[in-house]
Structures are given as structure tokens and as C-alpha cells.
């Protein structure tokens, strides 16, 4: 078997474009990004992504079918002036292994190079370890003039972090995009670490959106992130009654999203 | 060397069969099973899988002969009208690693699809963390139609069960049997995951009788369930005596079966 | 870099070689053995195999020179009528994952094969977790005959031991040597497992000397297990004055022999 | 993707250079050694290593700019008579497991054998877990006219340390090297263990000028280590008024350098 088995699902003629890339970690940022980002514009699948270095799982519908688990190529065209060619990358895992890590993001960027891809935009959360009211969109680019264009649109080029540099996919896709002659930028927003955060993802859209020159509506982002608010707030009171004992629902916040 | 060693024992012509899977996990319930099947129908030895994805093991016998550790594939020509060949694959280990699940996995499947297999029943335990007394048979499969058929045979499509999805070779050979074109059904008997439990082996071996058209005799799998019995009632006294220590008993029980 | 880098240091014609395998395990048994016969029997060096799946480690002798862990396959041809020429594999590892198992093993078989190997006897301690006055050997077969063979020699053939199977190169010498069509014979001298034994590895040479025909001095591995004893001695002298500290003792009797 | 990603920089002609390898390890000394050697003799870039092998991690500068974690190897052309080419091996990380030791190492030493490489310092510390006031260089070397000549450089070569040999890219530089029949010398520094300790690098680096036979300005490298006494004063004052945990202060310590 292949390391990485890539199932291409259609054939079609990108212009110029860009790699968006999000993928589960911390606060589920990046996967709660990409996947809002392709649902909101209609992307259609172009490639799926089978692996070794997944783990041997599939995934079990309401409906009762089986679904191995992948990463997913999706693609959408420009639809107006202003606007480019967008390749999303989303999906079940990362990489268990560091091999994997490196295989799997070499072998989508293969595909997206073979696509004409010379810019990535990588999205992830950057947990702060405590809660986090308005979260501020940290970076990370390839290129002076990309952090300074980043800059532009709101987004923080700390000192101090990322400290110890970013481990991971969304790091990666930088790392070894430049192997293959790419640009691009990391946006992370700002997580408390604990919850998956779709108010975090909000934050890390906004800018992308800004960067890409398209319009996202956020009406259900913003409903999934009042959700999480009251299931928050819930747990915050059972806390206050029972200190003790909030692991539980703490885990089970985590399966929401 | 290869990965996995295939050694071919026989050559055979086979006319539209049907995979079996049942590897050590849960239970032991798919191993049982399968190994049950095996026997009951007298299948003979097709192939040998050899891997480095299992433990650099040999088992000895009572006669003091070894034998390397191994996933093997029987097969069974159809006797009467109504019945189809049918392929089994049992053995002593699932590969110990995700890599060498999916790579053992891969291979049988390549050994399967050049014999014809279209279609695949993966046999499971569904670990229920209590005692189960008459353990239902939970299903997965590729399809909507498998569903809808599989519920006619009595079993149960569960909303929430398997919440995680399926981890192992049980799923795997259902995923990955997708790029071969193959469908096909995992039939999961409850049990308790604490034993292993003949019982639920054979509730889920009466699903696949029926399904495959078979006809089983099951006093030996019950003469084994009853020994289980007698031994956890054991358990159950000597924990009623001494509450402390009975891990070690209850892990003699693993080995039984 | 391949993965088992084999270095051949001669070419030389041998006639129906056994092959004698002994690497560092329980006890340390089967290695004393082998580095033992192949002092005895001034055996020469005629392959040295490198491996990624040995710890990345170099050995610094007294004299201050480094040497890369390797194993090592030497060769002595029978000098009288009625003895046969032997392959001895000895080593500071065995491979350190279960891949690396499988490809040495089967990289030093190919080796063996290609010099006429057919036979293969494995060396190995069986550690009975208690002190062992006067070690017995059991053994494991690839055949009925060979267990009858042994049984003459002295050899026991236990219906429960080893009961889980053999773990590691002796067994997997005989499970991957039916492969290159090999017979063989493990032989398992029992030991503590607390202590390096050079009277077990005694044990297990007086039989091999036996099933090979050869005469043997074991002078120097008497007296190797008189210093063992008198540690031992020490040993269980300061734990009677002491007996809640006797770790660190016992450690350093672990790198004797 | 390739195990190992080697991109050279550029093509320059070199006279039997000496390879110098320093990585991260005990006390970084290795490390500290090897990048205060390039910059001193302001070594330019000839070749990146990148690998599957790493983290997959990428730094980001204080400027944001992201750089992915690599192993480098730098020349430096020799500038006068008695002076030799020398290649430097730094780098960010050694591989992460066995077998990614060996393949680094492999790859790195091919590139070396092309460019002329028959000899090898390897740089490295030795923790002796306590505080050294004076550090001693310890040697390993590849032939007993080598540990001559290291003797005479004042180098240390004692009969029991390093006792278990050495585990890592310095010893396997210079086991696998005799593969590619270089010669070679393992430098290892004094040092505790718990802090980077730039004093044993500087006692190293003047070993290893005194055989190239170049001159180095240590000013820099002696800031280093009052900047690292200093700390070391301020944890143990601390650990005086509250001797429970310095931990952390020390971790914070482990970062300077």
C-alpha cells in the first residue's frame, strides 16, 4: 500500500490558486475554519487523502455508513472579479507520527503544486492557557512583505510567540511549501486551549477573508460559538456547586462542534 | 524482506465469494467467531500472511513444535444451491501498529480482490463496559441497501453506537475495501470486554448464517459459554470473599476461549 | 542508508553448515553461549551486520577506540570426521523494535541461506523468576522428529512451557528459517532472569556440544559462574544487613559477564 | 518525500576537508561548539538537511518569519599554510529516533565523502551529574594513532568513561563513518548535565584549534559562560530561601545559550 493514497475526484483547471489549510489541534481552530470556509463557499471535493499514518479507524454515520478516515482536497473557483481560485484542505486528523506529518503534507502539496498553488494560508489556534474574551489573530510568514501585509489587516506579530516555534501541520505547510517555491502566512487565533472555539476561528476567517477578497457570512459560526458560550456557562455553575468533579463535562464540551 | 510474507497454499478457482473477518480484539468475539465458522465448515487453508507488523513471535505446542505468528486465510466452496464460497480470515494478531494495520489489511484485500471478493462481513466485539446477558448485534456498513437488509436480519442500526467509529480491522477492512470496490457490513455483538464471550460470538455468527445462507451447529460455542459462565460465577464468589484481589484471577479467564 | 548493512570480511566454501544463534536476552544465556563457542572453537569473523534498528551507539574499548553495534556472524569448519562446519551469530542487540526483529533475523538467514545453512539452533535462557540450583534445558522444534532428537539429549519438552510462546530472535530464527526451508531447535536453559548465568549458558553448551559432536572446555565458564556466585554471595550477605537498599548492588552484577 | 531532503546551496571545490560535527545534546555543548566555530571563522553555507526524521516543526524569527528545523552543513575554505578545509555539521535537532540517526548521520557522511571528507571531530558533552569547576576533555577516536595524538593535546582518555559507549550522532559519525573509511575523533566536554554549559564548549573548541591548527577569540564564547554563571548564582540564592522548588528556574535556565 502507498503511504498516502490520493483518490482524485475531479479534474479541473485552477488560475493562481491560493491553499487554505486547517486541520484538528488546538481548539479545533483551523478545522472549525476550514470546514466553515468550504461550506461557506460551496467548495466541491477534488481529492481525498488516504493514509498509513492515520490511525485504522473509520467513522460510523447516524445513518449507519462507514467512512474511512482522510483529509479532503475541496476547490473553488472564482466567481467575481477581485476574487481567486481557492483550494481548502480540511479533515479527520493530522499525522500521527512525525513521518506522517511530513509525508502527508508533502504529498497535498505536491498535489496542490501540480495546481498551479504558489501562496498557502495555514489556520490554527494559539492556546494562551486561560480564557481569551476577544481573541487577537497571531502570525507567522514566509516573507517580510507578507508580515507586513498581514500587519495591514489586524494581525500580531509577536515577539515572544509562538516561543518554541509551531509544531504540526500548519507549520509544516510553510516549512516545506518553500521546497516547492511557495509563500504563504500561519494565522492563529487566540484559544483558551480547553474548548473547541468557533469564536477563535471567527477571528482567524475575518482576516482571511480580507486577505482573499471574498465575503463570508458568519451567522452560524456565531451561533455555534453562543452554543459553546452556554454550554460554558453551565459548566462554570456546576463547577461552583461541585469544584470537584468537572472532568467529565469538561470531555464532553470537547466532542461539541 | 516484504512487509507482509504471503505465502500461497493453494490454487483455486472461487465464484463470487464472500470475505470473513475475525482478528483478536474485543471480546476475542471476532476471533471466535471466524475461528468458529472456520471449523464448522470445514474450510481449508488458502494463505499465509507473515509480517513484520506482528510481534517477532512463535508459539509452541504441547508437542513442543513452533509456529510464527500469523493471519490466515480459509476458504470454503459453496455445497448446495443457495450457498456462496466464502474466504476466511482469522489469525493470532491485528498488526500492532497503524501503519501495519493498514498495510496487513491492504494485502488481503489485494489477495481477495484477485480470488473476486465484491463483498466483506468484518465479525467485532462492542465493548459495553457491563455485563451483557443477551448481547444484540450493532452494524455498520457500506450502504443504505446493506443497512435496510442488515435490520431485517435483527440487527441494530444505533444512532449513537459506535459514537467514536470503529478502530482496528474491523473497519479498516471496510474503508479500504471501499478503494477495491468491495462493500460490505461489520456485525459487532455486545459484550462486556472484560472475557471473552462465546456468547456474543455466537449472536453474531446467527447473523451471519443467516445472511450468508448457512447453516451452523453451535453446541460447541455454547459448551464454551458455559464454561466462561462457571468460571466468572468463580470470580463472583471468591470477589464476594475477598473484594481486594481479584485481578488476577480475572486475568487467567483472558486466556480461556 | 539500507537497513541492515552487511559487510562480508571472506568468502569461504562451507559444507551443510549448522547455523548457532545466540544475541543478548533473558539472562543473558544465549549470548554467553555463542560468544563462548565461538571462542572455544576459534571460530573467524565472516559477516558484520549494521542496522538502523540498533540503538544509535558506539561501544569505547578500554584503549579508548569506538565500534559501531553491530552482530556478527563467524564461521569455523570442522577439523575431524564426524563434525560438521559452523555459522555463530553473536551481537550486542537484538533489533529494538519488531520490525527490526523480523529484518535481521531474515537479513542474517538470507546470509546463512546463500552459505548452505539448513539446520539452525537457537540459544536462550528461560527465566523461571526464581533462583535455579541446577538449570534444565527445554526446548521448542520445527519438527516431531527434532523433538525426539532432543528428548535423548536431555532436552525437555514441557506442555506448558514456554506458554506464551518464545519472544525475540530464537524464536523468530526458527519461525522466518521454515521460510528459507530450515529446520531447527531452540534451546532454552533455565535461569533467574535476576542475573547474568553463565551455568545455565553451561548448560545449554553441553547440549549443543552433544547435538553437534563436539568436544568443548568449560573451565573458564565455571569459573565465570564461581565469580557470579561469589557476587551473588555478597550480595545476599549486604541484603541480610540491609534489606531495603540492595538495588543498586544488584544492578552492577548485571554488567558482568 | 524523501527520507532526507539534502539541498545544496552551493558547489565549492574543497582539499581534504575535515568534517566537525556538533548537534544538540548533553549540556549543548556539541551544538555551542560547532555554531561558535562557524561564526568565528565565518563558515558560509553549503548544504541543507531536512527530514522526516525531525520535529515537524518550524522556528519563527523575532521578525516573524518562520524557518522549518534542519540539520546544516557550512565550509570554510583554509585561509593560510598549515590551515585545512573545514566542513561544520549544526543543526537544530539529531534525529528522533534510531533509525533516524542512522539515516541523518548516512546522508550527512555522503555528502561529506563527495566533498573529499576522511576525517571527522565529532563535539559533544560528558554529564558527570555533578558540578565541574574545570572541565576535562574526555576522547574517543577511531585508531590507537589517533588517541596518541589527542593525548598529547591534553585530551582524556580513561578506561571506564564513557562506560556504556556513546549513544548518539557523535559516536554514530564516527562508527558509521569507518563505513565510509573516514578516521575519526569524538571530543566530548565535562559538563553537569543540567545547565548549557558554553565553559565545556570552550574547552572542547580549544582542543579541536589546537589540531586543525587555527585560532580562535573565545571573548564571546567566555560572556556566555558568566551570563550562564550569573543564573546559575541567582538559582542557587534562590534555592537557599526556598530550597522546594526550583525547578521551574532551572527549566528557564535550560533555554539560555
Do not use: W
Amino acid at each position: 500500500m502507498d503511504d498516502v493514497v490520493v483518490r482524485m475526484l475531479e479534474s479541473v483547471p485552477l488560475k493562481d490558486p491560493v491553499l487554505v489549510e486547517g486541520l484538528p489541534g488546538v481548539g479545533n481552530v483551523g478545522k472549525l475554519a476550514a470546514d466553515y470556509l468550504r461550506d461557506q463557499l460551496e467548495a466541491k471535493p477534488l481529492a481525498t487523502f488516504y493514509s498509513k499514518f492515520f490511525p485504522p479507524q473509520v467513522y460510523v454515520s447516524e445513518a449507519g455508513l462507514i467512512r474511512l478516515v482522510s483529509n479532503d482536497l475541496c476547490y473553488r473557483k472564482a466567481r467575481r472579479a477581485g476574487e481567486r481560485d481557492i483550494l481548502i484542505l480540511g479533515g479527520d486528523y493530522q499525522g500521527i507520527s512525525p513521518e506522517g506529518q511530513y509525508e502527508l503534507t508533502h504529498r497535498v502539496l505536491e498535489v496542490a503544486h501540480k495546481h498551479g498553488v504558489r501562496e498557502v494560508f495555514t489556520l490554527a489556534g494559539f492556546a494562551q492557557g486561560h480564557v481569551v474574551e476577544t481573541p487577537r489573530v497571531l502570525g507567522a510568514a514566509t516573507s517580510a512583505a507578507r508580515v507586513e501585509a498581514m500587519k495591514k489587516l489586524g494581525v500580531v506579530f509577536s515577539r515572544n510567540d509562538p516561543g518554541g516555534g509551531l509544531i504540526g501541520a500548519s507549520g509544516l505547510f510553510l516549512g516545506l511549501g518553500r521546497l516547492f517555491d511557495m509563500e504563504g502566512v500561519c494565522l492563529m487565533g487566540e484559544t483558551s486551549g480547553y474548548f473547541v472555539d468557533p469564536r477563535s476561528a471567527e477571528a482567524v476567517l475575518k482576516v482571511l477573508a480580507k486577505a482573499l477578497g471574498i465575503e463570508l457570512d458568519f451567522t452560524d459560526l456565531e451561533s455555534k460559538a453562543k452554543e459553546i458560550d452556554r454550554i460554558a456557562q453551565k459548566i462554570h455553575e456546576a463547577e461552583a456547586k461541585a469544584p470537584d468533579s468537572p472532568a467529565q463535562t469538561r470531555e464532553d464540551l470537547g466532542y461539541i462542534g
